[in-house]
């Protein structure tokens, strides 16, 4: 850095003061960025970070970057008559959860020690007391190890004589299982669903004096899930009814997938392609009229196959789906018989990421689509019908993205855009799917984006970055299955362990009638059974 700073002040006399700090900072910045990159902790996503700031996509937040950029006052170019958008109203209360947010939680009814409802009140002496419809709630929560064990201590007795042992008898609860199923179905809660690693856990058991090894977690899930595999078989089946499928896939690493086998050796997995390398977790989200399926596979297999197998079981009666994805092709194979839509946000994100260097067009572009989501917005506040909800956009989005559109063609057209810059790849992008991007406005039900897969696919891509990777095709087959059960469970409001465990406890009933044990009429089936229910 001497040696730079020597070079700048030989020079700094022919340059003006601006131009002397604008290079001196620029050389400061390749020195702090060098130092880092020496020091081997500076991951691609950081040195991103370094260099540009973290991301943001929310069109407020973009506008205001851009203008801080161009030293431009966010206010100054405020017209006169126009009111500033008034920042949204922050939820009353102090951001804990309420009583009513414990539904599981266990209630402990307390009475008053001296008065019950009838009694004469003991203030007044005249009036009658009676119990209120709302009692007073405490909260208290108690911290415990993810599992728990007990040990029975069976006495034994010798006789001096004989030898003879006698051992007490267990008690009944005790059971024949060393495993009951809430362990099993905490394990698969703990891994599939939030992400931690057996190892983890195993290291956090053993330091509260609970082991609980790796090796004994993977066999617990392992042998826990095979007796789900039909009631998976009947969500896939549920799944392929669906209205709107959405499908994404991300990348997976399943150790034995890496080194190719040979033909004869390879199952139908394997023989998908004998030049695919790649190995994916596919996403998919199938919504129904009052429920969503989550659906995940892992293999070598994209989201577009995964998909047009789900719909192989889909019954022949029914209309052909409305499919969104991205407009990778492998989302989309030509034996799928759908109806195309696909995600405004990847569009929009298109503009987002060039909206530094082409700011007047990009914020063009974002306030037309943020007025877009606005009325999807609104239409979910009223609750409107699929029916209502397309006559609400052809009214309201429908002029603002058929300006949209003669903007976009007129940036190419009239060459007011280089086509190969970054907006006029954005803009391409665009015109070239913009029947697609538009489904909304002439599709009832269809939707503006694919985030509901999006988010989705962070179960997988959570379990990718804390255990790196399934060692083979039978571990990524049990993390999609229960993947796919705790997702569904969430998405429709469902407790995923209470109902990990049901399906643990009556695993012999399952393949009889698998259709019973859906996470939203599981519960019905345990008050009427199933017996009655088939009936």
């Not at 950081?46 to 203008?67: H, M, S, W």
């Not at 009951?180 to 509260?208: H, T």
């Not at 239409?379 to 006559?391: A, N, P, V, W």
Request: net charge neutral; charged share 25%; aromatic share 6%.
């Amino acid at each position: 850095m001497s040696e730079l700073e020597a070079i700048l002040a030989r020079v700094k006399s022919s340059l003006s003061p601006e131009e002397y700090d604008k290079l001196h900072a620029a050389l400061e910045t390749l020195l702090f960025l060098t130092r880092e990159l020496e020091k081997k902790r500076v991951s691609v996503q950081r040195l991103k970070q370094l260099l540009f700031g973290a991301t943001t996509e929310k069109t407020r937040k973009v506008i205001q970057k851009v203008l801080e950029e161009a030293g431009v006052d966010s206010e100054a170019g405020r017209d006169d008559t126009s009111k500033p958008e008034p920042p949204p109203e922050k939820p009353k209360g102090h951001g804990r959860n309420g009583v009513d947010a414990y539904a599981d939680a266990k209630k402990v009814p307390v009475s008053h020690p001296s008065l019950q409802g009838g009694d004469t009140c003991p203030d007044c002496k005249k009036g009658t007391v009676y119990q209120t419809a709302q009692p007073t709630r405490l909260v208290r929560i108690r911290g415990q190890a993810p599992l728990g064990a007990t040990v029975y201590e069976l006495q034994k007795l010798r006789c001096n004589l004989c030898g003879q042992i006698f051992t007490a008898p267990a008690p009944p609860e005790v059971g024949a299982q060393k495993y009951d199923a809430e362990s099993a179905a905490m394990i698969a809660l703990l891994k599939y669903g939030s992400g931690l690693p057996f190892n983890r856990l195993g290291r956090l058991q053993g330091s509260l004096g609970i082991p609980l090894p790796a090796a004994t977690q993977w066999e617990i899930a392992r042998d826990s899930a095979d007796p789900l595999a039909p009631v998976f078989e009947a969500l896939i089946r549920a799944a392929a009814q669906g209205r709107v499928v959405h499908n994404d896939d991300t990348g997976m690493k399943v150790l034995s997938l890496t080194a190719r086998q040979e033909p004869e050796q390879a199952d139908a997995e394997e023989q998908i392609s004998s030049e695919r390398q790649g190995v994916f977790t596919s996403g998919i989200v199938s919504v129904l009229e009052d429920r969503r399926i989550a659906l995940f596979f892992t293999g070598h297999r994209h989201a577009g196959e995964n998909l047009a197998a789900v719909l192989q079981q889909r019954a022949a009666e029914l209309t052909p789906p409305i499919q969104m994805c991205d407009a990778l092709s492998r989302n989309m194979p030509a034996e799928l018989e759908v109806i195309l839509a696909h995600c405004l946000a990847h569009g929009r994100r298109r503009f987002v990421e060039v909206a530094m260097n082409f700011p007047q067009e990009c914020l063009y572009v974002l306030e037309i689509l943020k007025e877009v989501y606005q009325n999807d917005a609104e239409t979910k506040r009223r609750g409107f019908s699929d029916e209502q909800r397309l006559h609400w956009h052809q009214a309201h989005s429908g002029p603002k993205m058929a300006d949209l559109k003669n903007w976009l063609t007129e940036q190419i057209e009239q060459r007011q855009v280089e086509p190969n810059s970054g907006l006029g790849e954005a803009i391409t992008y665009m015109r070239k799917h913009w029947e697609a991007l538009t489904l909304f406005l002439r599709q009832a039900g269809a939707p503006l984006d694919n985030n509901i897969c999006e988010r989705a696919l962070k179960k997988a891509i959570l379990h990718r970055k804390n255990a790196y990777f399934y060692k083979t095709p039978n571990g990524a087959r049990v993390g999609d299955l229960f993947m796919s059960l705790i997702h569904t469970c969430e998405l429709n409001g469902v407790n995923p362990f209470d109902y990990l465990t049901e399906l643990q406890k009556h695993a012999n009933e399952l393949p009889s009638n698998p259709d019973s044990w859906m996470p939203w009429n599981y519960r019905d089936t345990l008050t009427i059974g199933p017996a009655s229910e088939n009936a």
